[in-house]
């Protein structure tokens, strides 16, 4: 048996402590638990422990038809559901060799975009939040409320749209509603310098963010880490340009794919802003296609029973937070024999091993934050 007795003296500077961090569910993010090992304040190793709220997606995907389980695939990142679902539509057209109406292709392209701003704004408010800064808090869910009010407006959902189908959408647009979208974009990209300035120029901010948590562009690679976190490592890639789908590939005049090499929580941060506003210009873009667009379907008609034919396929999507991607295997009936998730946040957070080990617990909020997930996105 050993002892070790920790008072006043030179005892407790070889002593690591044990930390948990959770699990608890701290802003937006979801139930996840970290365990660090300390040396003083410094963390020595840390160890992400994810499975606290554990839905099991994938095996309820095996038990329910190709129009059921998109109710299943929405819900895995709570705040990116339209995009959830469209991963898994564009995989079982694919499988049918189904054409989707041109109409539809742009409609989904516009809400997969209005989608990507209002997973950003909550990131841009709450990231502050965790800061001590509650003001941009107030001012990402006014702007969310304006482009809430038209997504509810055209699929009757707040949070979980269900309005992709097989083949297309739900239904038609409602009379005016372009206009309406059009206006609540306007309004929001009015408002954006709010972030910009008082975000970006708040010297506090960027005295807590710049030169924290260093995300290496190898560790990028080594671990699968996606979207804006590791274009903020440097990493030049996105779906949207290098492998278009929807209407991206008509759209590479107006995308802009932002990257930064600084990797730590600040060039994270700008990352995502900037992702916002190029969100905007292509909302704008999709609209101005709409207009030109004549009228239309805007889905194609399906049997009663839909039955993907025997074979398999992979359709992965730039959802707001990083890959995403649906491994769909048919036995040519009308439920999946199995359907893998793989999702952005659960990379994403891997990276945490690395990323922590040697920062300090009083930036380790700060790192966190910046790794914008959502840990139902984690625990598919």
């Known amino acids: 048996m050993t002892e070790t ?29 970290l365990r660090l090992v300390l040396d003083g304040e410094r963390i020595r190793s840390a160890e992400p422990i994810v499975g606290y709220m554990h839905r099991g997606a994938e095996k309820l995907f095996e038990a329910r038809d190709y ?29 049918l060799g189904m054409e989707v109406p041109e109409r539809a292709v742009w409609t989904r392209t ?8 209002l997973n950003h704004l909550m990131f841009l408010g709450s990231y502050p939040l965790e800061l001590g800064g509650i003001t941009p808090i107030f001012y990402a869910f006014t702007e969310r409320e304006e482009l809430q009010h038209v ?16 083949g297309g959408l739900k239904e038609d647009l409602p009379n005016g509603w372009l206009g309406r979208a059009r206006h609540a974009v306007a309004e929001v990209r009015s408002r954006m310098d709010r972030f910009d300035d008082l975000v970006l ?13 260093v995300l290496a562009r190898s560790d ?27 209407a991206y590939g008509e759209l590479q005049d107006t995308l802009k794919v932002i990257t930064r090499t ?14 916002t506003h190029n969100a905007l210009d292509l909302a704008d873009a999709c609209l101005d296609r709409l207009a030109e667009l004549p009228q239309g ?17 992979y359709a992965w999507t730039e959802n707001p937070l990083g890959l995403n991607g649906y491994y769909l295997v048919s036995k040519g009936e009308k439920t999946p024999y199995r359907l893998k998730l793989r999702s952005a946040s659960y990379n994403n957070i891997q990276a945490l091993t690395v990323l922590l080990p040697g920062t300090l617990v009083s930036d380790m909020v700060a790192i966190l934050g910046s790794m914008f997930f959502v840990v139902g996105d984690v625990d598919k």
């Open 5 to 33: 007795t920790i008072g006043v003296g030179g005892a407790a500077d070889s002593t690591d402590m044990v930390l948990n961090i959770g699990p608890q569910h701290p802003s937006t993010h979801g139930v996840l638990r």
């Open 262 to 275: 600084e990797g730590d929580c600040l060039a994270r941060f700008e990352v995502l802003l900037a992702q």
């Open 110 to 117: 516009l809400l997969a975009e209005l989608n990507r701003v």
């Open 67 to 95: 129009r059921q389980i998109v109710m299943l695939a929405n819900r895995h990142d709570w705040l990116s559901a339209f995009s959830n679902e469209l991963g898994v539509v564009l995989a079982v057209e694919r499988m």
């Open 220 to 246: 990028v690679h080594a671990y699968g880490v996606s979207g804006p976190i590791a274009r903020g490592s440097g990493v030049d890639f996105d779906l949207r340009r290098d492998e278009p789908y929807l």
């Open 201 to 213: 120029g708040n010297e506090i901010f960027r005295g807590r963010t710049r030169g924290v948590g």
């Open 297 to 313: 379907p805007i889905n194609q008609r399906l049997p009663k029973v839909l039955k993907a034919p025997e074979g398999h396929t």
């Open 151 to 166: 997504m509810e407006e055209i699929s009757g959902g707040r949070m979980h749209y269900m309005f992709n189908r097989v």
